[in-house]
């Protein structure tokens, strides 16, 4: 990745990393963790490797996003807004009644989102049925299924893995957040996952790539490498942090979902703001 | 318009060929059809769309759920799935994929639930689907069948294929003996009149409509003349049709293969109900109990949904 581009992604997901951290805020809760933990991935996604036309959501060419952790709309709706699928503005009316931004992403209620997920371990079904949709059509796009490492939890995870690694169904990327938390503590004291690369080879991908969550150039090159690998299915291991890129956040006991509620928390990110947007001007100017 | 069969002892051709049969009609015009089978094919006839349309026959394998949200996908795509398992692994096993990547998400999903109540015969308690209507019906949206025969059936298949939304069917996979004539049409929401009567009105369902009709004759035979609607879309409710033929009728009969909690038998009651309708009333059909193996003929009796048995309700109301 040339220096230019690895500037602009950078910048883009330091915007998002703010966005995510002011609405949270505005709102005065809300899914920080696995929100903050995919930051880089929107990032790469939405500056670079997707193929969309935010001025037409429906482009019938367009790649697809499936947030399986739906939990992390946040980080979406913020890409989705910098990119400029509907008004920054309306992000601060994340869960207001009547919101376009409902805390888990709905198909029926914002540009950009092809898929309702929230619902734990569904997106992974409907990423591959997409998927299959797509080469049914004889199309040549990509649908990324972002699904997170507690929901891996989930049974129906694995039954879409099977179908996935089976049909070869390289067009859908399985990105797999692996930020080491769930809502109630570590991924390995809920229930041990084990190894995830050694457990998507097993389940019939044979492209399984490992990088850091917040390794952009490493996110981007994983994704050209999936892309480029078209006889069977792809995994990529995010080794992520969750709270990722705001040292308060990341060591926080729960932050699963955050309630900014006591003066400490309240400066933790008010600090990370006024940080993030010194970076922005910095860079922007 | 629909008319009578002349011989209502025939039998059909068996209901999984029918809706396979149909489907691979729709598939020949309709490309935008695609099929999923969770590892039934070799029960359900649906060899016959995997032979004819081999790219849009989806086999998921055992992995009901997949097979729902896989669907799902494949409606985002602007196809239309239909698909196909045992009705309580069609209902009640994949109720939240249905429910939230189906009908909150506003996809499309056909659902052929197969051998509801007393047809499951030798799979036994553990396949049956007394509740399959009730939880159904509860699906914001969801439109829900009963079929009555393979004509109707074949109807009802065609008309999902042309739908958006999450739609339920439920059929006996094996031959039912014939209720409507070939040719008849139908209209989604409206209830048919299949015999006038003046002393009870029977609503049924599926293929007990048969045995309702023989009911119906019979009674007839010892001076109580029974109407006999056949309500074939179970939601939405033809309720206009129950408030005008429950006028002058002196008890109100629900005669269905289902629990009578929640389904056909409970949505006509919440009718009459709530239009202060004040009529003998009977819910008949499973109480409140589990599924058990035998033949579909026995069980049929032994949950009490023969033609006898309705009448002994009817005689027991008036």
New interface residues.
Partial sequence: MDKVELKELTLLAAKIRKDVLELLKHRGYGHLGGSMSIVELMAVLYGKQLRIDPSNPQWEDRDMVVLSKGHSGPAWYSALAEKGYFPKEKLMTLNDGGTMLPSHPDRTKTPGVDMTTGSLGQGTSAAAGIAYGQKLKGQDRYTYLIVGDGELNEGQCWEAFMLIAARKLNNCIVIIDDNKRQLDGYTKDILNPFDFEAKMKAFGFDLVQKVKGTDIEAISDAIDKAKAHKDGANAIILDGIKGAGVKYFEELKSNHSVKFNNDEINKAADDAIAELAEFIEKEEA | MFKLTDDRSKKGTPLAKVVMQTLSDVMNSDDKV?FLEADLAGASSSTIIQKDHP??F?Q??I?E???????????????K?FVHTFGPFATRRVY??LY??GA???NTINVYGSDPGFCTGPNGGTHTTWEDVALMRAMPTAVVCDAADAVQLEWIVRKFATMQGIHYFRANRKDVRNVYAEGSTFELGKGNVLKEGKDVLIITAGQIVSDALDAAEKLEAEGISAEVIDMFTIKPLDADLILSEVKGKKAVVTFENHSIIGGLGSAVAEVLAEHAIAVPFKRHGANDVFGQVASQEWLQKEFKLTADDLIETVKGLL
Avoid: C, K, W
């Fill in positions: 695609v790219d849009r989806i998921v394998g992995a759920a997949n097979m729902i949200g896989t669907a799902a996908g494949l409606s985002v795509e602007g196809f799935p939240d994929q939230l990547s909150y998400a506003h």
